[in-house]
């Protein structure tokens, strides 16, 4: 059996940043393995630009986002094999992975980081009535179809979901030639940036349907058009607003799911919401050695904190190799999400590791709010606090908890991050 | 006549409505910002708005059939069309490097546009993904 002392399970942008972060501090023997045939995971298909501005400070386009790692990992020679999917890791970091050279193979690593990314929900995941025709896409499906295979989904577009892959596909099929003719959200806000509605529904006229769904699909070899029908509050269909949109191509833009088949299997303790590993403030999962970053964690509106998180996974993963400043698991203060908050990640910190000086708290939002603060407390000791005008769940919130504020915490009691709305609006 | 325009700031998650009062290209009065990059955003969106295009140029005889590119600045929002008619007619031949250029001086703006991607030459026939 092969002997690496770290693999890395994806060569996206997590698996990459956390790659060279660890070859960084001292780990040479690095494996990365990758599905596709190229490394740089779904930013090879983001050809938009607005990537980069927090972690390199410029703005670039996802390939160009994506070589700047791919040639790091050349630069620092580390290994990787492409067209190799992963089978089964176990909880003793034994990974099984099969591709066309080697056949079935088993690693024995003393580190595993996971770096599997997200998956799209599907039609079949939203039992969306009607016909089966062929037609009917996720919107990262066809930004590959267009963007990678230089092919057009089709001609007159319907898309499902306002969240930012179906807001970027709406102006690509237009720039391509397609006709898009609305946009339909179910929620009565959308979840992408504002940034992306103005650039690319306002700045072509394609209308944004707030609190609309599809109701039905139509058409028997290929897709002929939709029904859509208005909302009520409670998220059910009104019928008498129904209206068939003809189209040939609906696009479904409906949210992301980490995929994490793999750990599962390795027996990791998975967080229903974020549907992601339970992870401490090293992204270490409950399983002792295996890391988790990336989409695959919970899903990230921008690649930027993905990579800076992944690098702190990395990092993680070469301290826990090498032995040093590997803190006590048992001295463990619990993170929860209270009042207005979705989910938070990390889940725990550990104690010990707060000689890193701050810890970075992620967490979502659960509907839209305005004037509000957002607060972490410990018992009634608030320990810090941040008054926002508006936040919504579509952008994700970042709390530094620094050293001193949590030295005062002490193992085995709970930091709690909720939203506080004020009487008196600002 | 005076036009009023209706515009949501894209500078963060605020999204301030800002209107703006304009006389042809005089700007009277812009309302509903809070803070100065609404300001500066309204501004600019009425008298000159600027996007950088991005898009995807054909390759001959490389491993994918089409390359990424970008306008290397924005370039004014009205050209946005015109610019895709240029690289629709555009077509490279492979090895494609990241920061080539495959139009020069676009619609003389004086902006080219670049490669965003790398497309090495296909060792075999190409084939669509």
Redesign the interface.
Known sequence: MKKVDLVVVGGGPAGMAAAVKAKEKGIQDILILERENSLGGILNQCIHNGFGLHYFGEELTGPEYAARFIDRVHQMKIPYFLETTVLNIDNDKTVTAVNSTEGVFTIKAKSVILAMGCRERTRGALNIPGERPSGIYTAGTAQKYVNICGYMPGKSVVILGSGDIGLIMARRLTLEGAEVKMVCELLPYSGGLTRNIVQCLDDYNIPLRLNHTVVSIHGKERLEGVTVAEVDQNRKPIMETAEFVPCDTLLLSVGLIPENELSRDAGIKIDQITSGPVVDDRMETSVEGIFACGNVAHVHDLVDYVSNESERAGESAADYILGTNVPDRKETIVVTAGNGIRYTVPHLIRRQSLYRGTVKIFFRVADVYRNVRLVVRCGNNILVERKKIKVTPGEMEIIELKDKALQAVKAGEELVVELVTDKEGL | MPEKRKL???N????CLMEVTLDGDTINSVKGY?CKRGLEYARAECTNPV??????V?VRNGC???V?V?TEKPIP?RM??DC?KEINRCCVKAPVK?GDIIVENLLGTGINIVA???IPVSDKEQT??
Not at chain 2, 12 to 15: E, N, T, Y
Not at chain 2, 51 to 56: E, G, L, P
């Open positions: 949501v700031c894209i963060c998650p605020i999204g809070k996007r950088i295009v991005t898009s995807t054909k994918l059939p089409v990424p970008k929002k946005i069309l895709m990241i965003t991607g790398n669509a993904c």
